[in-house]
């Protein structure tokens, strides 16, 4: 039997679905459910195989008044391989929300397979279909457009005025592919060996060269520190602000006009928004694609988090500390957000279901603060030896995907016994802070030496799955800082140095060698503060 999942909806349908080899559709055809099964008169026999066709229509009838499908479009066309039929059952199309399970007098649900679940563990980030495919594909388009998919571009040539672009992979693949179709423009610069293009929309140049800078940026900080880039190619793609987001697909990333192409960064301390995505979406060439997880609780983490991550690295690369407080305020500020709206429960990191204020946000935070206290190099020594262990072609031998604990080992194998605390707190439970400056006093006891008096107090906590919270013994070593006169309208540090902070209420003195503007306690938000914007407090003189 071959069962099929028919992804279709009111505008997606797929007109025929056919076989090289005699098949019958079986009376147990779920229409309703858009599933069937189909039995072939002689079974597959072991190393044989069957073909499988079909044609999948996208018609649009007219307007909707909401929900309308804007992946199809006359200029900008962006979507994915999921369009099409799958093969076997998918739990994707099962009720999630407990309400309705329990409308339908079913119980509720996990929202993802355990981590010692062997069916997981044998699937990875994309689903059973298949693992590494042969890729080939021949697109066309209208004459005035460029259309692109995965792989290298063999042949282009017209017909009946339509344009047709042959591609093909050179390598195997997961089995997760784009077709996009617009009039751009291209920038192309060959880097290292390496074929950078971005194809954009002719009047949306303004980010370029940002995003260009990005790519390199990632190339050259992922090659250094985790392995080679598996491709010849980078390629960007604009799509329509109708989506924000861009994708990661072989050698290949759309990426949205909205979050990329047409933002507004103008002011210095403005968060690059085009830089970071585009080292983020190359670092899934890495996290993804050379490395793909098990479809288990807490796979985003070997996914998303480890491109936050990867982006992060990129970001510190190329700006100061006091300017990464700013994208960290953001990730804390989304994760605090999101976890206050939660309807489910929330999970540590390492157990993170689909649950993007905890894979991206809070992902950002927690490696961005283990690399903050072990050191970049120690944990990304970690990351290399668990990409050695569990790359494409390890997982090809075994058929076993990694999970967020194969990760976690590496890390702590190369972590100091006196810091493996930090996996406690940061993956493996729900850690909180809650940290204030109650008062800054300073005083100049001589010329140009100023002495800084800071009142603190500072609580840690421990939160269970629905969000109640228990204050737990504190004992960490935490970021002090004092801020002197603002240049050229940005923060500086004169001081930022760790203290040990054991008690609720704290008094810490430090000198300083010019007039302090204000101080406080984890001043840059590397720890995941309930109230980040009482850290620090504006000076008074004593």
């Known amino acids: 039997e071959i069962h099929i999942q028919d992804n279709s909806d009111e505008q997606v349908s797929n007109e025929y679905i056919k076989f090289d080899k005699e098949a019958k559709l079986d009376n147990r055809y779920y229409k309703d459910f858009r599933y069937r099964i189909y039995k072939l008169s002689q079974p597959l026999q072991p190393q044989d195989s069957v073909e499988m066709s079909f044609k999948t229509n996208f018609v649009t009838n007219g307007f909707k008044t909401r929900g309308s499908n804007t992946d199809v479009v006359n200029n900008g066309t962006f979507f994915n391989n999921f369009y099409f039929p799958t093969i076997g059952y998918s739990e994707n199309y099962e009720l999630n929300s407990d309400d309705d399970r329990k409308k339908q007098g079913l119980k509720p649900k996990e929202r993802m397979l355990e981590q010692n679940d062997i069916r997981g563990l044998k699937q990875n980030l994309l689903g059973d279909d298949g693992d590494q495919i042969r890729f080939e594909m021949t697109m066309s388009t209208a004459a005035d457009q460029v259309a692109i998919a995965p792989g290298y571009l063999q042949k282009e040539w017209v017909k009946d005025g339509r344009k047709y672009f042959q591609y093909k992979m050179d390598a195997p693949m997961f089995n997760f592919y784009s077709m996009v179709s617009a009039k751009y423009a291209v920038k192309k610069e ?298 050229k309208d940005k923060d500086r540090l004169i001081y930022y140095q760790r203290h040990k902070i054991s008690k609720d209420k704290t008094t810490i003195e430090v000198s300083v060698k010019e007039k302090p503007l204000k101080a406080g306690i984890d001043p840059l938000n590397i720890l995941i503060d309930r109230h980040p914007n009482d850290n620090t407090k504006s000076v008074e003189k004593e």
């Not at 407080?325 to 390492?350: A, D, M, V």
């Open 190 to 487: 060959n880097y290292k060996g390496i074929s950078l293009e971005i194809y954009y929309h002719p009047e949306h140049t303004y980010n370029l060269d940002r995003m260009m800078k990005g790519m390199k940026t990632a190339l050259d900080y992922y090659q250094a520190n985790f392995s080679p880039y598996q491709y010849r190619q980078v390629r960007i793609m604009e799509f329509p602000r109708y989506s924000s987001f861009a994708q990661s697909f072989a050698n290949t990333i759309p990426f949205s006009e909205g979050i990329g192409f047409i933002m507004n960064i103008t002011k210095e301390d403005d968060i690059d928004m085009p830089f970071y995505v585009t080292c983020h979406e190359v670092a899934h060439q890495w996290w993804g694609h050379q490395v793909s997880e098990a479809n288990v609780k807490g796979n985003a983490m070997l996914s998303e988090s480890m491109s936050q991550y990867s982006a992060l690295m990129c970001m510190k690369k190329t700006n100061s500390r006091e300017y990464m407080k700013k994208f960290l305020s953001y990730e804390l500020n989304n994760y605090l957000r999101g976890r206050s709206t939660e309807t489910k429960k929330e999970q540590p990191l390492e157990l993170v279901e689909r649950q993007g204020y905890i894979h991206y946000n809070k992902g950002s935070l927690v490696f961005y603060a283990l690399q903050d206290y072990l050191g970049e190099e120690v944990v990304n020594t970690g990351i290399r030896n668990f990409r050695a262990k569990w790359n494409n072609d390890v997982v090809a031998k075994t058929g076993i995907y990694p999970i967020s604990k194969n990760l976690i080992d590496e890390l702590k194998a190369v972590t100091p016994d006196s810091m493996k605390y930090l996996y406690k707190d940061l993956f493996e439970t729900i850690t909180l802070f809650d940290n204030k400056a109650d008062k800054v006093t300073y005083k100049e006891v001589s010329k140009g030496n100023f002495k800084v008096k800071i009142d603190i107090s500072a609580q840690k906590l421990r939160a269970d799955s629905l969000g109640t919270e228990s204050k737990i013994k504190m004992s960490d070593w935490v970021w002090v800082g004092v801020y002197g006169e603002k240049q």
